[in-house]
């Protein structure tokens, strides 16, 4: 069974920049997709963006590129989100988790995602 803790989280003024992080402990990490979701107050949980297990092919919602980078590190079971310019509406909590089937065509729905985290608060003050 995998689990997940993400980190880096925090409070950011309009235009800063953070980076999560999310490792992973049990399974074997670089067999699977990951993926960065965000659910901000009172809002439905959004896809932010997705790897492929070999970090070759990165999947980006809309309202985020150009302004988040997605990598990961297999050697030691991370993934991570650089967020930069940020805004205050990417004010949420944004959770990793792992692609369900080893098998992930980019898709951005969540129920194609299990093994959530418990998520990372990020706030941009404006």
């Known amino acids: 069974q995998v689990q997940l803790v993400e980190s880096g989280g925090g409070l950011v003024q309009t235009g800063g920049s953070l980076r999560l992080s999310c490792v992973a402990s049990?399974?074997?990490?670089?067999?699977?997709?990951m993926g960065w979701f965000r659910q901000a107050p009172g809002k439905e949980r959004e896809f932010v963006a997705a790897?492929?297990?070999?970090?070759?092919?990165?999947y980006l919602a809309d309202s985020v590129t150009g302004r988040v980078i997605i990598s990961r590190e297999n050697a030691k079971n991370t993934v991570y989100l650089h967020l930069f310019s940020l805004k205050p509406e990417d004010t949420a909590i944004y959770y990793c988790?792992?692609?369900?089937?080893?098998?992930?065509?980019?898709?951005?729905?969540?129920?194609?995602?299990?093994?959530w985290g418990p998520g990372t608060q990020v706030t941009v003050s404006s």
């Open positions: 049990g399974g074997v990490f670089s067999d699977y997709a």
């Open positions: 988790a792992r692609s369900v089937e080893k098998y992930y065509g980019g898709s951005s729905k969540a129920g194609d995602f299990g093994s």
């Open positions: 790897l492929s297990w070999s970090g070759r092919t990165t």
